[in-house]
């Protein structure tokens, strides 16, 4: 029997990218925060920056709900255990509402209606009405009615031009029966900078405090808090399953690259790993430090190695800290940015080369941009850092940067979802691997 497990919940949503649906998140977010309320963020599908962002407006880790690459398992631990203790959960949505793969994956398709059913949260739908008038309320009314297992609590709208605007607008709405939570003015600074994979980090963005309060002050003044959090519901969970499993930990005591280089870090996956008795000891390349020495493990992250790529050239400390380790066959894994780090060099993207670990024979280009995107299923050809050989990961691979040269072992075999062999085979040398793809977690048999 489904139990409502937690507190209130909602997603936030929009039909497509680029609606404002991060800046009312996060404008939401904090400005239930300064009520006073526990506010619990998660994340649809495999995004690094919006959690960061998440958890400076609500003050808690913001976790990733992928229902393509996440088991259901995984999922319900997520929510099961942190929304514990919170006043309301938001969770914000990825691309348009009902956009995923066509190929189910561990749960679903990856889509946000498939986590908003799967949890039987409402979806608050946000609306960038900007260029339409009536056909706003058109649009609202087939998101409704797409899905029976996809209920909307409401709209906001985004980027309205004047009150006449909206008096265009509003009665439509009415006429259909679909509550309007708020209408948001048209505002150039309800924005954050953005640069090649997405939005500047949240680290890296110097007024994040002023921008967030901001973005809670145009919710507080246009739209009705008290009518969303009543419209909030609580997760209704299936009988229990198996429990979480998901990926081990590559180490007892695991040295992790951290900083603005080295930050695409799943916070599930730093859960998980702490759950299980792992030790975290971070450390920062760009500051030249080396990883701790009686380190059992080292794994570094995705990032932005690209715009610092200078700096970690001239990392000697760390450099030789990781040749240590790597002599006394201490497992290291690198991921997207990471792997290309422990290659031999970058390319900037002024071709300008730059001198890397080199404990693979990896070079990389981002002068020579080809993009990969999309979730991939990775068969382990030895044992690594990931697992061992024959499971299979789940992940993602977003990046921009091509190969100039290679020339080791292959660690894995990577198809997409739809079963298509994908040229993405990672890399292994002794106790040193790589992958291009983020991995998210491990296949449940």
């Not at 921008?211 to 209704?236: H, K, M, S, T, Y």
Request: hydrophobic share 45%.
């Amino acid at each position: 029997m489904n139990q409502p497990v937690g507190p209130g919940g909602l997603v936030v949503a929009a039909p497509r990218s680029g609606a404002g649906k991060t800046t009312v998140t996060l404008g939401l977010m904090r400005a239930l925060r300064r009520r006073g309320l526990v506010v619990q963020p998660f994340k649809c599908g495999p995004d690094y920056i919006d959690p960061a962002f998440h958890a400076a407006a609500a003050g808690r880790p913001s976790y990733n709900l992928d229902t393509w690459a996440m088991a259901a398992s995984t999922l319900s631990d997520l929510v099961t255990r942190h929304a514990v203790g919170a006043d309301v959960a938001v969770a914000e949505g990825v691309m348009g509402l009902f956009d995923g793969v066509a190929d189910p994956g561990q749960t679903a398709r990856g889509a946000t209606a498939d986590l908003a059913a799967l949890f039987g949260w409402p979806v608050l739908l946000v609306l960038d009405v900007s260029g339409q008038t009536e056909t706003a309320a058109a649009v609202a009314a087939g998101c409704a009615h797409y899905r029976d297992d996809v209920g909307l609590a409401g709209v906001i709208l985004n980027r309205v031009s004047s009150a006449r605007h909206l008096a265009l607008i509003a009665p439509a709405f009415e006429r259909i029966g679909l509550k309007l939570f708020g209408a948001i003015a048209s505002d150039d600074q309800l924005a954050l900078p953005e640069r090649h994979l997405g939005l500047v980090q949240a680290g890296e963005t110097a007024d994040i405090e002023r921008r967030l309060d901001g973005f809670a002050d145009a919710i507080e003044n246009a739209v009705d808090l008290d009518a969303i959090r009543q419209a909030a519901r609580p997760a209704v969970l299936g009988p229990s399953t198996a429990a979480a499993s998901g990926l081990k930990p590559p180490g007892q005591r695991i040295a992790l690259a951290q900083d603005q280089a080295f930050s695409f870090m799943y916070p599930h996956l730093l859960d998980r790993w702490r759950s299980a008795g792992a030790e975290i000891v971070p450390f920062s390349p760009l500051a030249d430090q080396a990883p701790d020495p009686s380190a059992d493990a080292v794994w570094l992250p995705g990032g932005y190695p690209e715009l610092h790529a200078g700096v970690l050239a001239s990392a000697q400390r760390f450099h030789g800290g990781l040749r240590a380790l790597a002599g006394r066959s201490v497992p290291i894994h690198g991921e997207c940015g990471g792997y290309m780090v422990l290659g031999r060099g970058i390319e900037d993207a002024r071709g300008v080369p730059h001198s890397m670990a080199g404990l693979l024979r990896l070079e990389t280009s981002f002068a020579k941009r080809s993009l990969h995107l999309g979730y991939r299923r990775a068969h382990l050809l030895a044992d690594c850092s990931l697992g061992s050989a024959g499971t299979e990961i789940m992940g993602h691979e977003f990046h921009y940067a091509s190969i100039l040269a290679a020339g080791d072992d292959p660690l894995v075999e990577c198809r997409d979802p739809a079963g298509t062999s994908m040229s993405e085979g990672g890399a292994r040398r002794g106790s040193v691997s790589g992958t291009f793809f983020h991995a998210i977690d491990r296949k449940q048999t």
